[in-house]
């Protein structure tokens, strides 16, 4: 199993910057993926970004050129980079790993965009 927590969250003004991470523990060798989701008051919980054990990487076309995800093997930390945020990313952002076991997931994190 793997832990996640997230953390980074806040309020910021449109066309600001807010970098998320997610502390991950336990076992990664079943893992396939890490990923963030988010999930705004009333829609479904949506892919953001992810990364594969390979370093590939994928995004929403919503964030395309505005956010980018890492992840530092040394720290076990996952990151999410978001730049010239827009209101329409306020949302609750969720650190999720995919594997052989199924899916793990953090609590959450908010973000507000205001504009």
């Known amino acids: 199993q793997v832990h996640l927590v997230e953390s980074g969250g806040g309020l910021v003004q449109a066309g600001g910057s807010l970098r998320l991470s997610c502390a991950l523990s336990g076992s990664f060798y079943v893992i396939k993926t890490f990923n963030w989701y988010r999930q705004a008051p009333g829609k479904q919980r949506d892919l953001v970004a992810g990364?594969?054990?390979?370093?590939?990487?994928n995004y929403a076309d919503s964030v395309k050129g505005r956010f980018t995800i890492s992840r530092d093997n040394a720290e076990n930390t996952l990151t999410l980079q978001m730049n010239s945020l827009r209101p329409e990313d306020t949302a609750v952002y969720y650190c999720?790993?995919?594997?052989?076991?199924?899916?793990?997931w953090g609590k959450g994190t908010l973000v507000t965009v205001s504009s």
């Open positions: 990364i594969s054990i390979t370093g590939n990487t």
């Open positions: 999720n790993s995919n594997g052989f076991f199924g899916d793990s």
